[in-house]
C-alpha cells in the first residue's frame, strides 16, 4: 500500500524569504511523486513531477523539489516566495501500475507581507 | 485545449432534488475521475472510470450515481442527497496505461450546497 505524509499542515513565511514544504511517501513498489497546488475555490493544479532521472525537479512559478530515494522524500521548495504563492500545497504518489492518485493532507502555505 | 471543464460552478440542492454534475475534457485522455473535497482536506477518490467503463466506485452511497456517455464527458448525478454531502467535487483526467505517469488534469470544481 501507498501512503504520503505531509509534515507541516500550516506554514507562514514573509515576503520573499525561502520556504520548504515536506513530504514524505512509504510505498512498496515504484512510484512517481507530484505536487499540486490548489487556490481558493480553485481546482488543483500541477506544478511538478518526479518520474526518472535527475533528482532535481524544476517546476512552475519558481518552485523545485528534489527526490530522496533513501529518506523517501519529495520536498518543495522556492528561495523567495511572493504574496500570490498563499494556497494549500498538496504531495501525491502514483505507482508505476495504477491510475489512482495518494494525496498526502496538504500543507497550507501563508504569505506574510 | 489542455483544460478540463466543470459545470456548474456552484450549486445549491434540496434533500429531495435530482441534480447532474458536467465535467468534458478534449484532450484524447481515456481516464476520468471524480473526486470529493472538504474544505482543509485532500480529494477523496469517488470514482475512476477507465476507456468509458467504471473501474474503481470507492465504495460511495448510491445516491451518487456516475456516468460516462463518451470518452470526453462524465456527469454525475445526484439523488436525495444529506448537507454532509456538500464539498467541492473535483472531475480529473489523465491518460492511460503507459502515459498514465503525466499526472491528472483537474477541473476547478463544482462547489455543492445540500441544504
Known amino acids: 500500500a501507498q501512503s504520503v505524509t505531509q509534515l507541516d499542515s500550516q506554514v507562514p513565511v514573509f515576503e520573499e524569504a525561502p520556504v520548504e514544504l515536506r513530504c514524505n511517501y512509504s510505498?512498496?513498489?515504484?512510484?512517481?511523486l507530484f505536487w499540486y497546488v490548489q487556490y481558493p475555490n480553485q481546482g488543483l493544479q500541477l506544478l511538478l513531477k518526479y518520474l526518472s532521472g535527475s533528482t532535481l525537479v524544476k517546476g512552475i512559478n519558481g518552485f523545485e523539489a528534489e527526490f530522496n530515494k533513501s529518506q523517501t522524500s519529495f520536498h518543495l521548495r522556492k528561495p523567495s516566495v511572493h504574496i500570490s504563492d498563499t494556497a494549500e500545497y498538496f504531495c501525491?504518489?502514483?505507482?508505476?501500475?495504477?491510475?489512482?492518485?495518494?494525496f498526502g493532507t496538504g500543507t497550507s502555505l501563508t504569505v506574510i507581507p | 485545449d489542455t483544460e478540463v471543464t466543470q459545470t456548474p460552478k456552484h450549486l445549491v440542492m434540496g434533500m429531495t432534488n435530482k441534480k447532474s454534475l458536467k465535467c468534458e475534457q478534449h484532450m484524447g485522455h481515456r481516464a476520468m475521475y471524480w473526486y470529493k473535497q472538504k474544505a482543509k482536506k485532500p480529494p477523496e477518490l469517488m470514482f475512476v472510470?477507465?476507456?468509458?467503463?467504471?473501474?474503481i466506485n470507492e465504495s460511495v452511497p448510491s445516491r451518487f450515481s456516475p456516468e460516462c456517455p463518451n470518452s470526453s464527458l462524465l456527469n454525475l448525478h445526484l439523488h436525495a442527497l444529506q448537507p454532509e454531502d456538500s464539498a467541492l467535487y473535483l472531475c480529473a483526467s489523465s491518460q492511460e496505461g503507459a502515459q498514465s505517469n503525466y499526472g491528472y488534469t483537474f477541473g476547478s470544481g463544482t462547489r455543492l450546497t445540500v441544504v
Open positions: 472510470y477507465s476507456y468509458e467503463k467504471l473501474s
Open positions: 501525491a504518489v502514483r505507482t508505476n501500475t495504477g491510475n489512482q492518485f495518494y
Open positions: 510505498s512498496s513498489v515504484s512510484v512517481y
